[in-house]
């Protein structure tokens, strides 16, 4: 049974950074898909960023594509998200999950399989 504990959170100014951790528990994340997936006020959580569980392939949504980057520290269990170029939409509480599925479309990114969420921290980009 895996457990996640997300942390780092916190208010920033717009342009600024964010580090996004996501510590796990019970289970190694080394050969996981894993992911981060936001949920601003009034709207669906989505996902934005996912580590494949068959190839290791990091995907994003096209939203953060660019600023955002997600890794793993395989030796600490822990799933990273950095943040950049911080902008007041990127405003919601973060989440991580294990996913058993995760890709890239036209569409845009398609996850599925979250077995195991973390409980959010909650991102404020002031403008």
């Known amino acids: 049974h895996v457990q996640l504990q997300a942390s780092g959170g916190g208010l920033v100014q717009a342009g600024g950074s964010l580090t996004l951790s996501c510590a796990a528990s019970g289970a190694s994340l080394a050969y996981a898909g894993v992911g981060w997936f936001r949920q601003a006020p009034g709207k669906e959580r989505d996902g934005i960023s996912c580590?494949?569980?068959?190839?290791?392939?990091?995907y994003y949504a096209d939203s953060v594509l660019g600023r955002f980057t997600t890794s793993r520290d395989n030796a600490k269990n822990t799933l990273y998200l950095q943040m950049n170029s911080l902008k007041p939409e990127d405003t919601a509480v973060y989440y991580c999950?294990?996913?058993?599925?995760?890709?890239?479309?036209?569409?845009?990114?398609?996850?599925?399989?979250?077995?195991?969420w973390g409980k959010g921290t909650q991102v404020t980009v002031s403008s």
């Open positions: 580590i494949s569980r068959s190839d290791g392939s990091t």
């Open positions: 999950a294990t996913v058993y599925y995760c890709a890239k479309y036209n569409r845009g990114l398609i996850t599925g399989g979250m077995d195991y």
